[in-house]
Structures are given as C-alpha cells and as structure tokens.
C-alpha cells in the first residue's frame, strides 16, 4: 500500500497567494506529514484534504481553516495513536509494510505508550526493590538540590539588593581611594556640591550625615512626651533630592518633604511606634543630640524600606538644617561646606549619556589642581549597581556586601550537587549487574540501544523528579529556620527575580544530563551474549571511574571539614585573644542629651560622685569613645614637630577618654603616667598633653615608647606633651590590625563605664536606674555590657562559620549516604564469599578488613588531594585576618582522620552485617 | 539467578501487547458507534472516513467532528464490527488513498440487534401514548 505522493506532492501544483482558499493551514498540514501515527499518512492526508473542500462549500474558508488545523492537533502524535495494526498484515506483525522498506525489522517507537508504561512500571519496581540504593539517591539528590535551591536564594537575594532603583544607570556614590587602594565612602560634605557646580554631567546629588546625628527622639511635647534612643544605623540627615534620586514611595504628606530646615519624613513602621495609630504628618519630633534640642516637623510618612535596599532609615531628618551655621551648636567641624572632614557619604546622579570614567578623569585633574598635596587620594563615582556587590572580584572598591563570599556559596552548592550526583552514578553503575540481564533480554527481543539510554534516562528523570519535589519540600519546610539563621527574608519566588533562574536550571540540567547520560550509556552498552550467559564482569573502566568518583567526593568532604575546623579555631582565638584590657563586669551607660540646660554639668558632676559612692561600683570612667566601638573620629596631619615628607598624611584614631580610662579598662601603661584630673577639665582646645598607644608612637617615627614620654607632638597650629604611652590593646575586633591612637584627655557626658561586682545584676541596674533618672529626667536609661558589645563585632564570622559547618555537615552526609550504599552493595556481591571464608574460619576482623580495606584506600587517597586545598583555601581566607592562627599540621591531620572514621563506621554496618550472618545462610542464596 | 531471568521475560510480554491480536471486548455499541456502523452500512463501498463525516454532517443536522468519526471507526474496527482496506485515490483527495470500510458480519449482527431491541422497546408502549404523541 506505498504512498502515492510523498506529503507536498499534493499541492505542488497549486502557487496561487498564500492564504489561497483552495489550501488548508500549511503549517497544519506540515504537522500531519511529519506527525500522523504510522500506518495512518495516506488516509489522513487524503480525508482531510476532501473535509477541507466541503467546509470551504458549508461554512466558509476561515472556520474550513480553524476546523482543519483543530482536527490535524487532534489526529497526530501523541495526541493519537492507531489503535489497530496497519492492514492487510504479513505473517508477522513485527514486519511493517508502511516504512517503505518491507521485510525490515522495526522496533516499538520508544515513546509508544506501551512502551511507556513499560517503563514506568520497571523503573518503580526498580526503585522498590533496592530500597537502599533508591532511598539514598533519592535523600542525596534532594539534600544536594536542596542545599543549592537555598544558596541561590541567598545569592539572588545578594544580587538583587539596589537593583530595583529607576535611576539605577545614572547613580553613583563617591568613593574617596587612598594610596593603598583602600576605599570609604564617608567624604567631606562640602565634596558632592562643588564637584556638581564644576562638571555639568553631575545632575544632582544627595548627602547623608552618616554617622553623627544619633541621639534622643522625643515625640509630641517635648517636656511630657515619650522618648526613644535612635541609633546612626536608624536615622540620619539627607538633602531634599534624597526622594527623587532613590525610588522609595512616599504613602502620606509632602511630595518634597525635605525641602525646609527642621522637617523630618519618617517610615511607616517608625510612625506607628511614635504615633499608633494617628496621623504622622504635621506632628513634630524633638531631635536631642551633639547639635542640641532641635524640633522638627513631620511632613511626609514613606514605605518601609524593601530588605533588597542597602539604605535602610526610619527618620529622615532635613540635612539643610544643618547649613544654617546656628543649628550646629559649636560643632564647626560639621559645616556642610568644608572639605576636611569626611563623615558624610554622598550620591551624585549623572546626566543621562555621562560616562562616569571619563568624569572621574576630569575629577581627578580638578582635585590635583586644587589640592595638591591630596595628590595620593582619588576620587572614584562608584556605579549603584555595585555598591553591594562590587563588578568583579579585582575591583578594590569598598562594598556593603561580600562578592568573594558569595562566590565561594556558590562554588560550594556546586560541588555538593556534584557529590549527590556522583552518588547516582556510583550506586547505578554499582548495581548494573541486576541491570545487566534486564539488558540482554531487551536487546534479544529487539530493542536497540537508543531505545535503552531513553529507558534508563527516563528512569533517571524520574528518580530527579522525586529528588526535587522532595528537596522543594525540604526548601519550603526549612524556610522559615534558615532566614532566621542567616537573618534574610529570603523564599524560592526570589529566584526568577533575580534572573539567576537560568543559571539554576542550566546547572541543574547539565548535571542531570551528563550524570544521568553515563549511567545511560554504561548500563545500556551490554552484549546480549556474555549478560545471558552469566560470564558478565564489572568493566574496569567502569570501576575506575566509581574510584574516581569517591575519592572526589571525599576530598572535597575532607577539605570542608578542615575549612570549617579552621574558622571554628580562628573565631575561638578572636574571641579570646589576650585583648590588652579587661572587659569582664563591665557596664556601660549611655550620656543624657535631653535638657542639657544651664544645671546640667552640676547634674552630671552629681550623678558621677553618686556613681563612685555605690558599694557595688568598683570602677568608674568616662570617655566618649569605648573599645567594640569606633572612635570619636580619624585625622591626618598629626606630626613631631619636625615632620618628614608624607608624615602628615599619615592617619591617626582619636579617642578623647579620662583620666580613669586606663585602669578602669584594666589596660597598662607601657611607659611615663597617666593623664590627670585637670588635664581632662580643660576645654579642647586648650589640652595640652596627650597619651599615645605603642602603634601611634612608631608610626610618628619615635624609637621607643621610653624616648616618646615628654616629647612633642604637632596638630595643627598646636602642641602636645606626651605624657605617657598605653600598651597596645585591641580597641576594635580582633579582624583588624591595632590602629595608632591618640588619647586627648577630656571629662566626657557621653559614656560612663562602671566596674561592677559580679553578684545580684537585677538589683544593681536597678539602683542605677533610679539613679539616673533622678537626675535626667526625660532620658531613656541605656545602657550595655561592654563585652557583649565587643563580641557583636564577630557576628558576620559567626554567621560564616554556621553556614560552613551546616555546608560541610550535608556535603560528608551526602558523601558517606554513597559510601554507604556502595559497602552495602560490594557487600550483597560478595556474600558467598564471605560466607565460604567464613566457613573456613576467617575470623571477624579479618573480614571487616576484607571488605574496608579498599574503600579506606580511597579516603586515604582523598586526604592526599583534600588536604592541600583545604589548605590553600584557609591560608586565603585567613589572610584577610590581622591576627590569626597559624595553620597546623593536625588541623588536617584531623579532618582527615575524622573523614577516615566516619567512613569506616559507614561501611562496618554492612561488613559487620554481612560477617556476622551465618555461613549456611550465605551460601545458600541463589 | 535464573528464575530473575525469566521474571523479566515475562515482564516484556507487557509491551508485546500489540503484537497479540487486539483483545475482544465486550461487543458493546454505543450511540454515536451505531450511527457511524449504521452510516457505513449506507455508503456500502464508498464508506471511508470523510465520505461517512460528510453524511452524518447532512443527514443528522448534527455537527459531528471528522477526528471523533476516525476514532470511532478505529474503535469499531478494534471492536470487530467492521474491517477496512486500502483504495480508491482519487484528484481531489491529493492522490492518497482512501481507507474504506465494510461492515462486518459482527457488525452486521450488532445492528439487527441493536434494530430487534429498539423495535421491541416501541412495541411496548401502549398504543394510546403512541397516538397522543401523533407517531
């Protein structure tokens, strides 16, 4: 019955336009001819051609066009199939006679549903008969998904953290670059308006006051009202153009409310803390601070902040109240025009076009022409795009994020996917021996091999199914523990958002593929013959490559550990350095800024001898800097007096502490004395002595510390006796190196710091209260013990350290699940003899080590590679540490050892199974 | 070992399963199945699909779509109650084949049946009824 035409024969003739009524849908018509289910070409074709010409005649050509192509979608593949076999028939059934080629052998299209449910059924029979094996593919692959759906959560949310600004290509934030190639972002204010009035690219700008505005909030009537501690991480002062520049909704007042002096616009979650549930706008707010009682007006209520935002304020007060020289309250260093001082960061937005390296070169010219000496300094226009995650990973400039990290995250869900993959391969090329006669039978009865590697990657897609709607409920399950861990919003719909999802979805079918593929191709490669005839062996190459894999597996494993051990070692050693001071039982209140009126000094002169007078305060001081803290601020141009070139570019801490500041903090002195009472009663500007740390006296370039007491010491126009030298201690985290700081000795309101006794606390932060608000009344009593302040700095290593040890945890779990199964299948196969040696009177250990000896080779083989990258990648990680451990041999030693143990409790609960069974039972399966 | 063996190639009889002839059901006719068989019996050896679509098209003022007529032809055919071969192409059809139908003798006694049933059903209604409804 061969085809008369083949599928266009028909209409060649026809050439009229190409919506000719006389023709049906082309791309129909293409579906039918490559489509129809066999046997079916002819009369299909021919049928609906004649339906065609008599729908034209009844109901015109548009519906004749929709019915054909509705009926050609509803007659091919897979849609339909014939349900009877082509007629007339040969003899025998499995000889077509519509393939063109009589007599030769055809197979069943693969996709057949016959042929389907085939499948389906062997490939659960499969998974149900090697519980073992199926469980742990299936609880790898899905640990593994699992662990990478919620990395790329993590990363994705990363990436996306800025993104969502309309003015996004035209934002840069100015950075200021020193010699080091160290960048901040804190410049001096005056910086952002001068350059905006030189370079017309600039179109606009916005300040923040960074950090010097934290203080006292008091809402309503400032006498009666209620009072909150706000923090510089919660408020701060910006320009009027912060709304334009930023997309952040404004929900209720001005449109511009940043426009007039002494206006503030605060968030819809700070509003309903302040007012409830009234209206903000229009209310008034009392700032207390270093600028003194200012009362502001609330004109607009905006939307919180998203988390994807790297500026994250409740209240916005109006910078422009700072430019009216009497609202800064003495503090001239704050002027919005200067441009020595930098504690404020700045935006600028360029006009549309601008090229902001082409700008940063005029910049730069501009600068050196008008501060020469600030020759070392460059000013660099930071793209907001990456202000969290900086373009790559050689681009020095200082970022809110971490994007080494979040390269290593992601390096690190990649290779655990990699382990639950390498466990699929491993345990089904393992097993290919229950395969192996599946094979042969299929191929006798005439199944080619393609047909094969679809059945066995069909088995695979289904096995991955189930991995990933489980690893998809452990995502959703866990959700909720891991955002508290890590301290994000994060969820699965962040993924599409970030377009990360095609990478995802690339790595996770490329690994599908590729792993799914080898068992695929391996297991489908049998010779009929040998398989039935039971002379089948484990290829070698197939062995090697399971070697291979394990010995992969366990590198990696064992390198996590030992990352992870080293970062446990070095956060322990931070945490308990030897820090230079003693910051046990110590409290620290925060100073009144609340009606600072003309009886305050009296007040706090008071509330200090009431202080020193309680039996349980051991030590007292105040300072306006504390260590965990930073200091009061950073300057340059501190020198001897007969400074060398650049020395007076060289950068000094400045913290201005008491006279009771060395021992109550339990530091030493290196040499000379302490600073006095009188020295600190002076004002500052008329101090004369100061104190310096071993780090300031060599680098103002004295020999020692002996030869620096009673010397000189240049700032500015003025001079200063050093008095004595203070032993170096670890006024910020252990992370950073020690800084060169100088004490300028003055009384301070700011913090005040007792030594308590260890006993009864309740009690004691009682009377202290009732102290304190005796006499500042209208202050919140705030206070803090200074180590739990101090520890707070080491939250972003604790943080690592957590997600390391859970990464590594899932990455050995993962790895021993297929050691597990491999042991339990070596097991299965050497049964017998096990059984016969047994019987001959192997004793138990001996059989353990029959069965171990070869796994242990491998991990043994896997701490030779693990170990030096572990190595490498610590020595990296720790470079970034000022202080740190030094990198021991046992460190590795013991992840390794640890890697063996692990492994060898694994595999003895099956040797151990397999050797205590008794003989006669062994032998007699089959 | 070898009892495993012979498990799977018992197995495998799954996807044979239209290697064997096609198993009978229950010889079951259902309306649209009566129509078409019924059609078929009508056109006699000009019944091939279109040609039965195109009649039932006309003749029932029912509009019946040319896939569900195949398939119910597939099934008669799988059914027994029809058998098919190839021939007949013509211009308009392209030059393609036509599948034509005839009805089977178990075709042909599923219609006298289905015939006996329904007249035995309207010769139960009381005579009366019959002439209120003016049938």
């Known amino acids: 019955m061969g085809r008369l035409s083949n599928g266009k024969g028909g209409f060649s003739k026809s050439s009229g336009p190409r919506h000719s009524p006389r023709r049906p849908p082309r791309w129909a018509d293409w579906l039918l001819s490559q489509f129809s289910p066999p046997g079916l070409e002819d009369e299909l074709q021919g049928d609906l051609l004649e339906m065609y010409a008599y729908w034209v005649n009844t109901v015109g050509v548009p519906r004749a066009r929709w019915r054909y192509a509705l009926a050609v979608l509803r007659l091919i593949r897979p849609f339909s199939w014939p349900r009877t076999h082509p007629r007339p028939t040969q003899s025998h059934p499995n000889y077509t006679s519509h393939s063109g080629v009589p007599g030769k052998l055809r197979t069943t299209f693969f996709l057949h549903p016959a042929m389907l449910r085939n499948y389906l059924t062997l490939a659960f029979r499969n998974l149900f008969k090697n519980k073992i094996s199926s469980g742990i593919n299936i609880t790898g692959l899905a640990l593994g998904i699992a662990t990478f759906l919620f990395i790329l959560e993590y990363i994705s949310f990363e990436r996306s953290i800025n993104q969502f600004h309309r003015n996004l290509p035209t934002l840069y934030r100015v950075l200021i670059q020193d010699r080091s190639r160290f960048s901040t972002d804190l410049i001096p204010p005056g910086l952002a308006p001068l350059l905006k009035q030189q370079f017309g690219e600039i179109a606009s700008y916005c300040r923040t006051s960074g950090g010097i505005i934290h203080g006292i909030v008091t809402t309503g009537d400032p006498k009666n009202g209620k009072s909150f501690r706000e923090g510089d991480q919660v408020m701060t002062m910006v320009d009027r153009s912060f709304f334009e520049l930023f997309s952040f909704p404004i929900l209720a007042g001005s449109k511009q409310p940043l426009d007039q002096p002494f206006t503030v616009a605060i968030s819809e979650s700070y509003a309903k803390k302040y007012f409830g549930n009234q209206s903000p706008v229009g209310q008034l707010l009392t700032l207390n601070n270093q600028f003194g009682k200012g009362v502001y007006k609330v004109t607009a209520m905006y939307q919180d902040f998203p988390a994807q935002s790297d ?221 039935l005839k039971g002379v089948f062996a484990r290829t070698g190459r197939g ?274 699940l297929g050691l597990f199964g491999l042991a339990a299948f070596t097991v299965e196969q050497r049964t017998k003899e096990i059984g016969i040696r047994k019987v001959l009177g192997a004793s138990m250990p001996s059989l353990l080590g029959l069965i171990s000896t070869d796994f242990i080779k491998l991990v043994l083989l896997a701490i030779v590679i693990g170990t030096p990258m572990a190595w490498y990648a610590a020595s990296r990680w720790l470079a970034d540490f000022a202080y740190k451990i030094e990198l021991s041999w046992w460190i590795f030693a013991g992840s390794g050892l640890l890697a063996v143990a692990i492994a060898l409790v694994t595999i003895s609960l099956q040797s151990l199974k397999a050797a205590w069974v008794n003989p006669v039972k062994a032998l007699r399966t089959d | 070992m070898a009892d495993y063996l012979y498990d799977k190639v018992y197995t495998n009889t799954d996807c044979t399963d239209e290697l064997v002839p096609a198993t009978m059901k229950r010889p079951y006719l259902g309306e649209l199945e009566e129509i078409v068989l019924l059609t078929v019996a009508t056109l006699q050896e000009l019944a091939y699909c279109a040609a039965i679509t195109q009649t039932i098209d006309q003749q029932m003022a029912r509009s019946v779509s040319f896939p569900t007529v195949h398939t119910t032809l597939q099934r008669l055919e799988e059914k027994g109650f029809v058998s098919s071969q190839m021939g007949g192409a013509t211009h308009e059809r392209g030059g393609r084949q036509k599948r034509l139908f005839t009805v089977t003798a178990v075709g042909q006694r599923a219609l006298i049946e289905c015939r006996q049933v329904r007249s035995q059903l309207w010769e139960q209604i009381p005579t009366q009824v019959l002439q209120v409804w003016g049938a």
């Not at chain 1, 990973?393 to 993959?421: E, Q």
């Not at chain 1, 009593?781 to 080491?794: H, L, P, S």
């Open chain 1, 311 to 531: 500026i994250q304020y409740h209240l916005l007060f109006s910078l422009r109240t700072l430019s009216i020289e009497a609202n800064l309250n003495g503090n001239g260093w704050a002027k919005l025009d200067n441009l020595d001082n930098n504690f404020s960061t700045a935006f600028v937005q360029l006009a549309p076009k601008a090229d902001h390296h082409a700008l940063e070169a005029k910049i730069e010219a501009y600068k050196n022409q008008l501060k020469p000496e600030a020759a070392d300094a460059r000013i660099q226009l930071q793209p907001l795009r990456y202000v969290h995650l900086a373009a790559s990973l050689s681009d020095p400039s200082t970022t809110t994020g971490n994007l080494k990290f979040i390269y290593v995250l992601g390096s690190l869900a990649l290779l655990i996917l990699a382990i639950a993959w390498f466990n699929y391969i491993n345990l089904s090329t393992a097993s290919s021996l229950k395969r192996a006669k599946e094979v042969g039978v299929r191929k006798v009865i005439g199944a080619g091999r393609s047909q094969l590697i679809h059945q066995f990657f069909g088995e695979y897609l289904l096995l991955n199914g189930l991995s990933i709607v489980l690893a998809l409920f452990v995502v959703i399950g866990c959700q909720h523990f891991f955002n508290q861990l890590i301290g994000k919003p994060l969820s699965l719909s962040i993924i599409p958002k970030s377009g990360l999802w095609g990478f995802g979805l690339l790595a996770l079918s490329i690994g599908s593929v590729a792993s799914g593929g080898y068992v695929a191709f391996s297991l489908s490669g049998f010779q009929p013959i040998q398989t």
């Open chain 1, 543 to 816: 062995l090697w490559v399971r070697r291979a894999l394990v010995v992969f597996q366990f590198s990696i494993s064992i390198a996590l550990i030992a990352a992870t051990v080293v970062f446990y070692r070095q956060l322990h050693y931070m945490q308990h350095k030897e820090l230079g001071m003693n910051l046990a039982q110590l409290l620290v209140i925060r100073g009144p800024e609340v009606n600072r009126d003309s009886s305050f000094s009296q007040r706090t002169t008071a509330f200090q001898q009431q202080l020193q007078q309680l039996s349980f305060v051991e030590q007292f001081c105040t300072s306006s800097s504390i260590p965990g803290q930073w200091y009061n601020f950073k300057a340059a141009g501190i020198t001897r007096p007969n400074p060398k070139p650049n020395d007076d570019k060289k950068s000094y801490a400045i913290a201005s502490v008491d006279h009771r500041f060395v021992p109550t903090y339990g530091m030493t002195m290196k040499e000379g004395r302490n600073i006095t009472a009188a020295m600190c009663t002076k004002s500052w500007n008329q101090v004369s002595q100061l104190m310096l740390n071993e780090t300031a006296v060599q680098q103002l370039g004295f020999s020692s510390a002996k030869e620096a007491v009673g010397q000189r010491v240049q700032w500015g126009t003025q001079r200063y006796e050093v008095t004595g030298v203070v032993k170096d201690y670890h006024h910020q985290s252990v992370q950073q190196a020690i800084d060169p700081i100088i004490f300028i000795p003055q009384l301070s309101d700011y913090y005040s710091t007792v030594r308590l006794t260890s006993d009864r606390m309740g009690d004691k932060l009682k009377q202290l209260e009732a102290l304190y608000q005796h006499q500042f009344p209208g202050n919140p009593f705030d206070f803090f013990f200074v180590d739990e302040n101090y520890n707070r700095q080491y939250e972003t290593e604790q943080k690592v350290r957590t997600l390391f040890s859970i990464a590594s945890g899932l990455a050995i779990l993962i790895a021993c």
